[in-house]
């Protein structure tokens, strides 16, 4: 008999109510034991709820609930389990976490979903395809968004300092305010509650150097392979973890917080309000196909820019879409935004908010972690990296810190030498005044001087390539961290009629800290007013545009326009020769 006959045979034992307390007792006891039960964590700057479900045969039972408003993880955990236990729930010990945290997208792979690589193959392939999702996710967050998750400010008092912020650009000061000045100018927030804020906003726009990742394959009704991608700091996950089992808890899994629930028929278009950003989700035959995120960034609710996230996706005709409100939105702007987006392709779209869809979206969870067909990757303990000595980035900073010592050491050992024959040299020039026979010496430690000082400058020959790798290295570090504020800036610089393309680094020749912005526009001046735009914002971070190209081109809806593409720089660098011409190119 195998494990399974005996599991639903007991199962269907504990079916039994003895009637005696202690054989009762038993029972309880058993029918625990057999029954799957978990907590599921739902989190976000926002907050987090917490809801236990139980495995009744094949369905998911809801049962007890809490939520706590703190942005802080661990504080956030604290009282929600304070709460149950005063509630006389019984806690599961495994847990299911879904969070805003972990960044999901669309990858492709050079993969078929039937045969996939090994486990660290496949980490590396989803790791550099969905970096450039995880450092996008860092301006999300401004500071906006920030103080607005943490209750410190509400919808009209955002809506203001965007007016105030509007009309001061417009004014044409020389020193525009930020938004957190000027929110202290008004009076509209409390100083330590702008501080609180610039902590929360630096860990979520922190960029760490390993990820944990997680990955789904699928194929379309057409046969082609559709993958999905979902990344999680590995620090960020062991202080989950680590938080929980301070309470006697496992985590199991962490899940992207978009696209838990599939469309109503596994087919259609299914946007989600999560207050500060929203996401597009494609479904076909039961599977994502297409899956886009964008921040709302102090923008007013609208079909125009949520639209624009699915518009290619209606190209071929009308689609049955699904409104989400998984945050609150009032009525007016939810009949608004069903009403824009009947008018570019859906049909009779219903907002569906309040309890039933957050008691729908509770049951499907457990599912992607025992269903026999999941739909999202769920990223466990398991994909985070092994020993800190095995992992690459550790082993490029060992080379290049012995790298490093050996340049001190060589260069300590030079000065030392130097040093005791210029001893030597002053002691024989004291003994020439006294003898001429010193003289012949004294010119043999000038000619042993003079060998030595050339052979420290051959050696500082050999060890430039060094130096130079070491300055190299500094301007990737450089530029990580000034990566997401510059693309902050780059997403304010484009304006209704600009196109962001592409925004990439020139590594084809060594050099990471210049990035290339490519755009397109249909009119000629919108594209130049993109590229002053975007020079104004990089000022602060010490960037500047060079080598600005306007030229005509198609955009990709085969429209007539302008391309127009430039360099963002260091201020410090000569903007004119900043990229020397490549072989091939002028």
């Not at 450092?135 to 410190?152: D, R, Y």
């Not at 050491?409 to 000065?415: F, I, M, N, P, S």
């Not at 302008?562 to 072989?583: C, I, K, M, T, Y």
């Amino acid at each position: 008999m195998n494990g399974s006959v005996l599991v639903r045979r007991l199962r269907s034992l504990v079916q039994w109510r003895p009637v005696r307390p202690a054989v009762a007792g038993w029972h309880l006891r058993l029918q625990r034991t057999l029954q799957r039960r978990r907590l599921i964590l739902v989190w976000s700057p926002v907050g987090l709820r917490a809801r236990i479900l139980t495995q009744m045969g094949s369905d998911w039972q809801v049962g007890g609930e809490a939520s706590s408003p703190s942005a802080d993880f661990a504080v956030a955990v604290e009282a929600v389990c304070t709460e149950l236990a005063a509630r006389g729930e019984s806690i599961p010990t495994r847990v299911l976490l879904a969070s805003s945290l972990v960044v999901p997208a669309r990858i492709d792979l050079p993969v078929t979903p039937d045969k996939p690589r090994q486990p660290a193959q496949m980490h590396e392939l989803v790791r550099s395809e969905i970096e450039p999702s995880v450092a996008e996710f860092g301006a999300f967050w401004n500071i906006g968004a920030v103080l607005s998750a943490q209750g410190a400010m509400d919808e009209a008092a955002r809506e203001r300092l965007g007016l105030e912020l509007a009309l001061r650009r417009e004014g044409g000061r020389s020193q525009p305010m930020r938004f957190g000045e000027l929110a202290l100018e008004l009076g509209l927030i409390e100083r330590d509650a702008l501080e609180r804020a610039l902590r929360m906003q630096e860990s979520l726009q922190s960029l760490e150097a390993e990820f944990a990742c997680a990955w789904h394959g699928s194929k379309d009704r057409d046969g082609r392979a559709v993958w999905l991608g979902a990344a999680v700091g590995q620090r960020l996950y062991r202080e989950w973890d680590e938080r929980l089992k301070s309470r006697g808890m496992a985590l199991v899994g962490a899940l992207p917080l978009v696209g838990l629930m599939p469309a109503a028929d596994g087919a259609g278009i299914v946007i989600e309000w999560w207050g500060e950003f929203v996401a597009a989700i494609r479904w076909q035959g039961g599977c994502i196909t297409g899956l886009r995120v964008e921040s709302r960034l102090e923008r007013p609710v609208s079909g125009h820019w949520v639209g624009r996230l699915i518009e290619d996706w209606l190209e071929t005709g009308r689609e049955s879409i699904e409104l989400r409100l998984l945050e609150s939105l009032s009525s007016d702007a939810a009949a608004n935004l069903c009403a824009d987006l009947e008018s570019r392709g859906g049909e009779g779209i219903v907002p569906q908010d309040g309890p039933a869809i957050w008691d729908a979206l509770w049951q499907r969870i457990p599912l992607l972690e025992f269903g026999t067909r999941a739909w999202l990757p769920l990223v466990r303990p398991d994909r985070l990296a092994g020993p800190i000595w095995k992992r690459p980035d550790f082993i490029r900073a060992a080379v290049l810190g012995a790298a490093l010592a050996g340049v001190a050491g060589v260069e300590l050992t030079q000065r030392l030498r130097l040093g005791a024959i210029e001893a030597q040299f002053e002691q024989a020039e004291a003994q020439a005044r006294q003898s001429a026979e010193v003289a012949g010496r004294q010119q043999k430690l000038i000619d042993d001087l003079n060998t030595l000082k050339r052979d420290l400058e051959a050696a500082r020959g050999e060890l430039a390539p060094l130096a130079n790798e070491v300055d190299r290295l500094q301007g990737i570090d450089d530029m990580r961290k000034h990566l997401p504020e510059l693309l902050q800036g780059l997403a304010r610089a484009v304006g209704d009629e600009v196109v962001l393309d592409a925004v990439h680094h020139a590594a084809d020749i060594g050099d990471f800290s210049r990035i290339k912005v490519e755009a397109w526009s249909p009119d000629y001046t919108a594209a130049h007013s993109f590229a002053s735009r975007a020079e104004r914002e990089v000022a602060a971070l010490d960037y500047g545009v060079s080598q600005t190209e306007v030229r005509q081109s198609k955009g990709r809806n085969k429209q007539a326009g302008h391309q127009v593409s430039f360099w963002l720089v260091p201020v410090a660098e000569e903007l004119g020769d900043a990229l020397p011409a490549r072989r091939g190119h002028p």
